[in-house]
């Protein structure tokens, strides 16, 4: 029987593993599974111990960091709670700025700081998705301890000046962290050019194992640790390492690093086709974010008259995957944070969907979605929803 025709259209929302990532990992679950922390007695143990140090080295290469600034967590969202909340802890007090459109892996750390004192400004986006700069600048206070602005949206894709964040903090001695979960292996990440204090990755969104990721950080003395216990990442995040798990990511990384250019190239030429032919077959759809500053491989456009939770569940069943927006978010029946921040009515944000693509993407693929797609938005409208 012939299976059927799949296309993911979601790799926003994870990226299956690459085959040379998985040959990678996979002898560190049996025959070298010593734990890095017995290395001194062990020679399992130094086998393991060396995979994490060549891991490092990869993975701190695609951002252009020193390896012994790389942090290993068990993801995106604990690198993000690790500097919010490490940084807090630190300073026991004070005022800490986000953006609107942060991931909740950032926003819900700073409500729950809240709770304990801590002040936090939320900076306004305009309607492409780019922060406002002034405000950054305006909201800065004497006891303001941390900005974190997120490098590239999950949602709409607009790529944020983080330069400009960093001159302006810097006048001020604040320390900025950036979440680059969605930009790191897709688009040029280069800690030193931006300057940043601290930036989160997660390695399951270029490639990579889920639940491996890391925090980059500059300054080691500026932070408190999440998780406490071993000697483990220099006694910053204690617990065995998740070893299969990153000497994926440093796999990931070296393949990103190698495919760079070329899958910027690429994703954006399918992406714009993508864009394009919707919007010669289809009225009334609207691009969210902006066209330049975006990441290459993130489409979302606002479907007038389609409602994007049936309208997925529709598409996934003729076997195209597309997304809904925020991965995390999707049990939620809110519209979502990130496309009310830009200005959507409610109406409009709950008929936008997210198209994003990975390097197993074809423009075949593109075009069998678009037939589906424009096809189940005609019967969609037809029938009133
Ligand atoms: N930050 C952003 C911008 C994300 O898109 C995601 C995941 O969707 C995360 C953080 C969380 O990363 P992880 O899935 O590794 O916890």
Not at 33 to 43: E, K
Not at 251 to 265: D, F, G, R, T, V
């Amino acid at each position: 029987m012939k299976s059927k025709k799949v296309v993911y259209l979601d790799n926003a929302a994870t990226t299956p593993v690459d085959q040379n990532v998985l040959e990678k990992m996979i002898p560190f679950f049996r025959e070298k599974f010593g734990n890095p922390i017995t290395h001194l007695y062990s020679f399992l143990g130094q086998e393991a111990l060396n995979a994490i140090e060549d891991a490092r080295s990869k993975t701190a290469n695609l951002i252009n960091a020193h390896p012994n600034q790389i942090v290993f967590t068990s993801s995106g969202t604990e690198a993000n709670n690790m500097v919010i909340k490490g940084v807090a802890f630190k300073k026991g007090k004070g005022h800490i700025i986000v953006s609107k459109i942060e991931h909740h892996s950032v926003l819900h750390p700073v409500e729950s700081l809240k709770e304990f004192g801590f002040d936090v400004t939320y900076i306004d986006v305009d309607s492409k998705g780019f922060i406002d700069i002034n405000q950054v600048e305006d909201s800065i206070k004497n006891d303001t301890i941390l900005i974190s602005i997120m490098h590239a949206n999950n949602e709409i894709g607009t790529i944020q000046p983080m330069e400009e964040v960093v001159r302006i903090a810097k006048e001020h001695g604040i320390p900025v962290h950036t979440d680059a979960v969605q930009s790191v292996g897709h688009i040029n990440v280069d800690v030193k050019e931006l300057d940043v204090d601290f930036l989160s990755v997660s390695a399951h969104k270029f490639n990579g194992p889920k639940s491996a990721g890391y925090l980059y950080i500059k300054d080691k003395s500026l932070i408190m640790p999440l998780i406490e216990g071993g000697a483990q990442e220099e006694g910053l995040r204690a617990a065995t390492h998740n070893v299969p798990g990153i000497v994926g990511l440093g796999e990931a990384s070296y393949i990103a690093q190698k495919e760079l250019n070329s899958e910027i190239e690429r994703l954006k030429t399918l992406k714009d086709y993508m864009y394009n032919s919707l919007v010669s077959n289809l009225s009334d759809v609207f691009l969210n974010g902006p066209l330049e500053d975006r990441l290459p491989q993130n489409l979302n456009v606002t479907i007038k008259g389609i409602l994007n939770q049936t309208f997925l569940v529709e598409l996934n069943k003729r076997g195209v995957i597309g997304g809904g927006g925020s991965a995390c978010a999707s049990t939620e029946k809110e519209p979502s944070h990130v496309l009310k921040a830009i200005g959507l009515s409610n109406e409009d944000a709950n008929s936008s969907i997210r198209f994003s693509f990975g390097k197993y993407t074809e423009k075949e693929d593109i075009d069998y979605a678009l037939d589906i797609i424009i096809d189940t938005v005609k019967k969609l409208r037809s029938m009133g929803n």
